[in-house]
């Protein structure tokens, strides 16, 4: 008896074939998935640093928040506490605070140090001068805190209420209230309990 040779027929390879490249695809598809979500991911938890980075230095104002006038002209001179509310979300704050490092006085300048916050194009930006009086024609330091913002809105909170206006020239209210809107169609809402309080 002649024996036969044992093998594939064409049939069977076309359908191997076709199963090979269907789970090829499916791998493949697998993984620019996992690649998109890791991209994503990467993203997402770039810019929730920048926003936790910008609160962190809006607390840390805010928790030495000092009711000292200031002396001088300009926008960043006058009360303990400027604050103005723009049309829409497009308030701003500006404020004095104590704490700003100067070890052993090496610094010709103080520890206190007038900040104001606000929003320009798209940006929370951080404004800061070297002293608490603001010599006239004096510029301030410019620090861009975070992008795609779209609104910011302050609030006040003094004997029991929330207000959107603050006009108190010789104090500060007992907490603050600050919502960003991001560019991605969220708000974030902070709020800070001040020392006078």
Same mark, same amino acid.
């Given at each position: 008896?002649? &024996?036969? !040779?044992?093998? =594939?027929?064409?049939?069977?390879? *076309?359908?191997?074939?076709?199963?090979?490249?269907?789970? /090829? $695809?499916?791998?493949?598809?697998?993984?620019?998935?996992?690649?998109?979500?890791?991209?994503?991911?990467?993203?997402?938890?770039?810019?929730?640093?920048?926003?936790?980075?910008?609160?962190?230095?809006?607390?840390?104002?805010?928790?030495?928040?000092?009711?000292?006038?200031? &002396?001088? !002209?300009?926008? =960043?001179?006058?009360?303990?506490? *400027?604050?103005?509310?723009?049309?829409?979300?497009?308030? /701003? $704050?500006?404020?004095?605070?104590?704490?700003?490092?100067?070890?052993?006085?090496?610094?010709?300048?103080?520890?206190?140090?007038?900040?104001?916050?606000?929003?320009?194009?798209?940006?929370?930006?951080?404004?800061?001068?070297?002293?608490?009086?603001?010599?006239?024609?004096?510029?301030?330091?410019?620090?861009?805190?975070?992008?795609?913002?779209?609104?910011?809105?302050?609030?006040?909170?003094?004997?029991?209420?929330?207000?959107?206006?603050?006009?108190?020239?010789?104090?500060?209210?007992?907490?603050?209230?600050?919502?960003?809107?991001?560019?991605?169609?969220?708000?974030?809402?902070?709020?800070?309990?001040?020392?006078?309080?």
């Amino acid at each position: 008896m002649k &024996r036969r !040779s044992a093998g =594939f027929t064409l049939l069977e390879m *076309l359908l191997a074939l076709a199963v090979f490249a269907l789970l /090829s $695809l499916m791998a493949n598809r697998l993984l620019l998935q996992s690649l998109k979500l890791e991209q994503f991911s990467v993203r997402h938890s770039q810019r929730l640093a920048q926003i936790q980075h910008a609160f962190v230095l809006l607390e840390r104002d805010a928790f030495a928040m000092l009711p000292r006038p200031v &002396r001088g !002209s300009g926008s =960043f001179s006058g009360a303990p506490l *400027l604050a103005t509310e723009g049309r829409g979300d497009n308030d /701003s $704050l500006v404020f004095t605070h104590g704490g700003w490092p100067n070890p052993g006085d090496w610094l010709p300048r103080s520890v206190l140090q007038r900040v104001g916050y606000r929003l320009s194009a798209g940006y929370l930006i951080r404004e800061y001068f070297d002293y608490p009086d603001v010599p006239e024609g004096t510029q301030p330091h410019r620090q861009r805190l975070l992008t795609g913002v779209s609104g910011l809105r302050v609030r006040y909170w003094q004997q029991g209420n929330w207000s959107r206006q603050w006009q108190d020239n010789k104090g500060l209210p007992e907490a603050i209230e600050v919502a960003l809107k991001l560019a991605e169609g969220g708000t974030i809402v902070r709020r800070f309990l001040l020392p006078e309080a």
